[in-house]
C-alpha cells in the first residue's frame, strides 16, 4: 500500500474541497471523540450489566460481550491515528514501540472486526437453535460458548497474522516516519496484498452475511407458524413468542447496522483496488471516503445503544448500576 494510499484511507482530503480547513479539522476531531467516547462507555456497560446479572448469564448475551470486548479495540487502536493524522501527517513514535504500535493499529482494528462477524454468526446459530429447534440440546450451550468465544479470536489472529509483519515504519523523503504496508517487500514481488484482501472480503464478509440471512429468515418463517409441543397454554405459547421475537429483533437490529456501517468501506476498499478510472483528487470521491470511514467507526458505538433500545434485560442491568 502506497503512502497516498495510506493518506487517503486515513481520510485527509484536499484543502480546495473545504471551505474552511480548519472547521473541517475542529468538527472531525470533535465527532471521533464523541465516537470513541460513547463506544469506550457503551460497550463498557454492556460488559458490567451482562457480569452483574446472573439472569443474563446466557451465551446470546455472552456473544454480544464477546462482541462489544472487540468494538472496544478498534476506536482504542483506530481513533487516536485517526485524530493525529489530521494534525501531522508523520508518525509521532520511533524505535521498537513505534514500530510495536505501527504493526497493532493496523492489525487489532481487523481483528475486531472479524471477531465481532463471527460473532453475529454465532448470535443467529444460537438463535436459530432456540427458535427453529426447542426441543433439542442448545447448538451453543453454556460450557461450549467461551470455546466458541475464544475461537473467534484465535481465527481473527490467525488469518490477520501477515500484518504483524507487512507494516513496518518507514522514512519519508520528507524525514518524518510513515507506518505502511510493505506487502511484497516480505513476501515476495509474485505476491500481491490483492490476493490476501479479496478471498478475506469472501470468507469473512459474503459468506457470513449470506448464511446469517438464511438463518434469520427461517427463524422468521418459523416463528410465524410455530406451536410448540407440550404448550397447549395459548397465553403461554404467547408469552415465549413474545420473549424470542425481543431477541430477534435486537439481533436482527445489530446484524443490519453492522452492514449498513461497513458497506461504504467494502465499497471504497474494492474502488482501491480494483477501480484505474477514479480520480484520487475529486471532491465526490474524497467526501464519499469520509462518509465511509466515519460510518466503520459509528458501528462502534452503535452496538450498544440498539442493546439497550431493544433490550429491557439491558435496561433494567443499566438501570441497576446507578
Sequence with gaps: MSQDLNKTMNGTQPSSCYWNPTAEKIGKTFAFCLIFLVSLAG??????????????????????????????????FAIPPDIQWHYTK????????????????M?????????????LVLIAVDRFGAVVLPLHSPLISSKLCPF????????????????LFAFKLDVKYTGGLVCRLSWKEVFGESSSHHYFF????????????????????????????????GEQSANARQQRQHREQNVLKMAIAIV?????????YCIYMFLIFFSSDISWSSCTFQYFS????????????????????????YRIGLKNLF
Excluded at 492489525?107 to 460473532?119: E, N, Y
Design 256 to 264: 443490519l447496522g453492522f452492514a449498513v456501517c461497513w458497506l461504504p
Design 290 to 313: 469520509v462518509v465511509a470511514w466515519f460510518m466503520v467507526r459509528i458501528n462502534c458505538a452503535m452496538n450498544p445503544c440498539i442493546c439497550l433500545i431493544f433490550s429491557r434485560n
Design 198 to 229: 479479496v478471498p478475506i472480503l469472501i470468507i469473512f464478509g459474503l459468506i457470513p452475511l449470506v448464511l446469517i440471512a438464511i438463518l434469520y429468515i427461517t427463524i422468521y418463517v418459523k416463528l410465524k407458524s410455530q406451536k410448540i409441543p
Design 43 to 76: 460497550n463498557t456497560v454492556i460488559g458490567i450489566i451482562v457480569y452483574k446479572t446472573k439472569t443474563m448469564r446466557k451465551p446470546i448475551n455472552f456473544l454480544i460481550v464477546n462482541m462489544a470486548m472487540s468494538d472496544l479495540l478498534f476506536p482504542i
Design 90 to 105: 508523520s508518525w509521532l513514535i520511533g524505535g521498537p514501540l513505534g514500530q510495536t504500535l505501527c504493526k497493532l493499529v
Design 107 to 119: 492489525f487489532l482494528p481487523r481483528v475486531s472486526l472479524v471477531v465481532s462477524i463471527q460473532s
Design 148 to 163: 466458541f468465544i475464544l475461537a473467534t479470536w484465535i481465527i481473527a489472529m490467525a488469518f490477520f497474522s501477515p500484518y
